[in-house]
T-cell receptor, first 111, second 113 residues
């Protein structure tokens, strides 16, 4: 069964560094998402992407964040200058119909 | 604006007990979708069920059942004869049409032997 994949599974970075989180959505899906879950808290929407542009973003998704679909398969989330409070699990999701399929997540630890 | 409330932060049961996880939602749309996800200790989000606003039939899948009641804006989840492997955080979520998912804060279920 097709699935969403994410790499790396765990990323440790120092404050102020740039990180890129990578996702490979399910191949025929058209809508892509990033969500964030700070440890012990709920899953929060960051951004949605359709037709090569951002379709919706939350207040969390400020200028330090960007997304890109650099080729036909990858969907990336870049955090330009990481802060301690960016430490969280980041989930990518994709959908074709109503149901969003989630990847296994990347745990980002900012030290 | 859409909102999902899971009032139970943590529930502890002993194996073989039945347990119900509550979910109450708010939405202004007439067309919306409700979901339950399971998050085991390993961290991934496992899809359990999707229900659309026009289908109020309750659903049963093995030991899992869901009770959708539009009159009370609730979408409760019951696990019958709970098992230790059911221990996880369970999230209820809502989206209106093709919008993004709004999650509740989750309920941590601890099933002890």
């Amino acid at each position: 069964e097709p699935e969403v994949t994410q790499t790396p599974s765990h990323q440790v970075t120092q404050m102020g560094q740039e990180v890129i989180l990578r996702c490979v959505p399910i191949s025929n899906h058209l809508y892509f998402y990033w969500y964030r879950q700070i440890l012990g808290q709920k899953v929060e929407f960051l951004v949605s992407f359709y037709n090569n542009e951002i379709s919706e973003k939350s207040e969390i998704f400020d200028d330090q964040f960007s997304v890109e679909r650099p080729d036909g398969s990858n969907f990336t989330l870049k955090i330009r200058s990481t802060k301690l409070e960016d430490s969280a699990m980041y989930f990518c999701a994709s959908r074709l119909g109503y149901e969003q399929y989630f990847g296994p997540g990347t745990r980002l630890t900012v030290t | 604006a859409q909102k999902v409330t899971q009032a139970q932060t943590e529930i502890s049961v002993v194996e073989k007990e039945d347990v119900t996880l509550d979910c109450v939602y708010e939405t202004r749309d007439t067309t919306y979708y409700l979901f339950w996800y399971k998050q085991p200790p390993s961290g991934e989000l496992v899809f359990l069920i999707r229900r659309n606003s026009f289908d109020e039939q309750n659903e049963i899948s093995g030991r899992y059942s869901w009770n959708f009641q539009k009159s009370t804006s609730s979408f409760n989840f019951t696990i019958t004869a709970s098992q230790v492997v059911d221990s996880a955080v369970y999230f209820c979520a809502l989206n209106e049409g093709y919008s993004t998912l709004t999650f509740g804060k989750g309920t941590m279920l601890l099933v002890s032997p």
